[in-house]
């Protein structure tokens, strides 16, 4: 299916009230009286109001993405059942905008709503947290990642897409998952995977047979392992972060025995820094994309703060859980 390019869907928001088949909305407009959107490859995602001025998200798509209504109607369901605190509600609303496109054609079509949350993305936040050298908010962010990742695993699901600007962060220091085209639940099973995520937080062996609960293994061990080696050196944000990535990168993975940032971090002084990137350079050969031992790796970060990493029972209690 073709869809309506970004300026068609401009034009609707614009005309909100002829437009939408029940939605009640109002733009929001930047200094020039152009709508307010985030672009991403499949996607733009509206800043619109509600009747009641409560600030909503509209997602309308650009590109096609097989079996849309059953993924985004099952991730819908979830979300609004399963009373995590990492996922935002949502209604998908099939036929719901009416576009005038030379492109798509002329027609009705679908859109996901959502509450519009504030917030930065974790690189941002991140990088801030570097340049003012504040480890210890580092270390803490390493450990509500580990939380979040839990939480995931626990519940036999995948993201699908973990990666540096999927991921918000509240003015009540909240973590907040965003963008759910690439999830993954039980009952959506035997699907292909839709898309295959970011390709500086995914492994390389990772193909559209790759959809189940494990997809996001390896995602899950960059961004740990990144925030940890910030944590010890927040100045590899300088050096090795382009805004695609935190500070790994797909060439990283694709050639890790070759990797200058790699053999770095696996000659790292920090316990766990040296054994994390070890494991990632493992999980990056083969065909597999899940990581072995990652529940006891993220249950180990859990545990540490600057001022840990030398316990040594607490070493040799991990590496006895984590298969080592």
Known sequence: MTFPILNDYKAAINNAKARF??????PQLDTRRNPLFLAGNFAGVFKVARPDGTPMAVKCFIRDIPDLERRYQAVARFVKSASSPY???????????????????????PV??????????ISSLVQVLCE????RSLAGLTRAWA???LDLLGRGIAHGDLKHDNVLITAEGRLKLIDYDSMFLPELRGLPSPLLGGVNFQSPARTARHYDAGIDHFSMLVMLLSLRALTFTPSLMTE???GENLILTQQDFTAPADSPLLQRLRGSGDFFIAD???????????DAVTVPGIGAILRAALKLDLGLEAAGLRRLFYLFSAGR
């Open 112 to 121: 996901v709503t959502m509450p519009w949350v504030a917030g930065r993305t």
């Open 276 to 286: 994390w990137a070890t494991r990632l350079t493992q999980a990056c050969g083969g």
């Open 240 to 242: 090795y972060h382009n």
């Open 87 to 109: 996922f935002i509600e949502l209604d998908y609303h099939p036929s719901e905008v009416y576009v005038s496109s030379a492109i798509a054609g002329s027609g009705e079509y």
């Open 21 to 26: 088949a029940s939605l009640d909305i109002t």
């Open 132 to 135: 003012r050298d504040n480890r």
């Open 147 to 149: 939380r979040l990742c």
